[in-house]
Nanobody
Framework: QLQLVESGGAVVQPGGSLRLSCKFS????????VGWFRQGPGKERERISC????????YYEDSVEGRFTIVRDGGANTVHLQMSELRPEDTAVYYC????????????????????????WGRGTQVIVSS
């Protein structure tokens, strides 16, 4: 069974940058659609970014558009979330999730929509943005 392990969480100052990593247990990152989620203190989990499997299509939630970027490293079986211009409201536990394929839905349907199902989840990594 596929396993995902997040890492890279840290305490960072506002305006800073951080790179989170989601390590896959198998050499399949381009076969799976991958999503990044976060849950801030006292908040519900929210979907922030995702990428379909090949052919790729990336999606970003409005609050992170232009600041966060998904980068896939096939050689390392890892999907990164590159974060910049961090704000205190970005403080959260960040999770990655994955689903094989899928065959449906496909773009232009966003993999961020609420009923898009992800089958595999990591345990999360904590990001704190504070001065």
């Amino acid at each position: 069974q596929l396993q995902l392990v997040e890492s890279g969480g840290a305490v960072v100052q506002p305006g800073g940058s951080l790179r989170l990593s989601c390590k896959f247990s198998e050499d399949v990152i381009f076969v799976y659609t991958v999503g990044w989620f976060r849950q801030g203190p006292g908040k519900e989990r929210e979907r922030i970014s995702c990428v379909y499997n090949e052919p790729s299509q990336f999606y970003y939630e409005d609050s992170v558009e232009g600041r966060f970027t998904i980068v896939r490293d096939g050689g390392a079986n890892t999907v990164h979330l590159q974060m910049s211009e961090l704000r205190p409201e970005d403080t959260a536990v960040y999770y990655c999730a994955a689903v094989r394929g899928p065959l449906s839905p496909r773009p232009p349907v966003s993999c961020l929509q609420g009923d898009f199902r992800y089958d595999y989840w990591g345990r999360g990594t904590q990001v704190i943005v504070s001065s």
